[in-house]
């Protein structure tokens, strides 16, 4: 019980991409690139397994971004038409590729990256991918010009490759679907029948991440506009207790969101957000430990997963080191409260 995690991305070395800076430029090129982004998997495993997390991801090391590390393969999106729009509803700006042509796989676009880090590591492994909607958020569109299309269609190539991660070892594909909590009407009328055509005939659990976004200073501005309670989720929960996806991520680390609302999840798996990456404080492990207490009085310990609120790319690796290490004896303080033990490595909790 209690089986801790991270989102998916953690800081990459200064060797192969610029500190704390989203879509940070590759340093190399070439084939020392691709030397470099297998070394960094490989340290972004062992990190997480020094600390003692229970399942791992790649830190989503081989990537510049979290959804445009995905669009680079895929044919119909041309990053040589870049143009800067507003996304998160003009939340912010953003350099994004465009549609031109219709969207399909050119091949696979992860399997060489999940093969590496599941032949290097015998924990539970977990991928991330981005959902459907906010790859939509995340791009311009000339072709399809038509959201709810141009996300189904996202939605089948997302399902190409994550059947293919699944068949290579992958024990959970994460869809990151931070856009459900910003397009609430779109989550109701398509976002969910968008994830559920990803996740067709999975064979590995699923679950989707839902998070208030990276700690960048735009988001934080937008979250302070949120008011005293934030219950974006109040409206995404019962629609992804009633979906078939197996497990939700979501924000609860320094956030204002109402921990009742986790209650609405139902039977589901709750990753639950106790690190904050908002900041470079790291935290104590009694402060993890209480997180995962009053999250306890809406979500069973056996069906709760402590893990971070979003990913950690934009952090320094020292503070990400520290806060790995105190999401997992935050866990291990309440473990021992209630007597139990998580899965030990190479366990299949995931």
């Known amino acids: 019980m209690l089986l801790t995690t991270i989102v998916g991305s953690l800081p990459k070395p200064s060797w192969l991409a610029k500190p704390e800076v989203l879509w940070a430029p590759w340093q190399l090129s070439g084939e020392a690139l691709e030397e470099a982004k297998r070394d960094a998997v490989l340290i972004a495993l062992k990190e997480q397994e020094a600390a003692g997390l229970d399942i791992v991801t790649d830190g989503e090391q081989t990537r510049q971004h979290f959804v445009h590390g995905f669009l680079e393969a895929i044919e119909g999106v ?11 509803a003009n939340r912010y700006k953003a350099e994004v590729p465009t549609v031109t042509g219709p969207i399909r796989r050119r091949g696979p676009v992860h399997s060489d990256d999940a093969r590496w880090a599941r032949a290097h590591t015998r924990r539970p492994l977990k991928f991330t991918l981005p959902g459907p909607m906010t790859i939509v958020d995340t791009l311009a569109d000339e072709h399809y010009r038509d959201r709810p299309r141009l996300a189904m269609e996202f939605a089948r190539v997302l399902n190409e490759e994550a059947r ?5 070892g992958v024990d959970v594909v994460q869809l990151d679907e931070p856009a459900f909590n910003v397009y609430l009407d779109d989550v109701k009328a398509w976002g969910i029948d968008a994830l559920h055509r990803a996740i067709e005939g999975l064979s590995c659990r699923t679950a ?9 200073k735009a988001n934080i501005e937008w979250k302070q506009t949120l008011g005293s309670e934030w219950r974006q ?33 139902k039977d589901k798996d709750v990753m639950v957000g106790v690190i904050d990456v908002a900041g470079s404080a790291v935290e104590t492990p009694q402060q993890v430990a209480e997180t995962i207490r009053k999250a306890m009085a809406f979500v069973a310990p056996d069906r709760l997963y402590p893990s971070t609120n979003c990913g950690m790319v934009p952090l320094r690796r020292d503070v990400a080191r520290g806060k790995l290490r105190a999401l997992v004896a935050g866990a291990a303080l309440v473990r021992g409260e209630l007597g139990g033990s998580a899965l030990k490595s190479g366990g299949t909790g995931a």
């Open 78 to 88: 041309d990053f040589g038409r870049r143009v800067t729009i507003g996304i998160r």
């Open 233 to 265: 989720y109040e409206e995404t929960f019962p629609l992804l207790a009633g979906s078939r996806i197996d497990q939700v991520s979501l924000e609860c680390a320094n956030s204002r969101v109402p921990l009742a609302l986790l209650g609405l999840l």
């Open 208 to 216: 989707v991440h839902i998070c208030y976004g990276y700690g960048i």
């Open 164 to 168: 293919e991660l699944a068949a290579l």
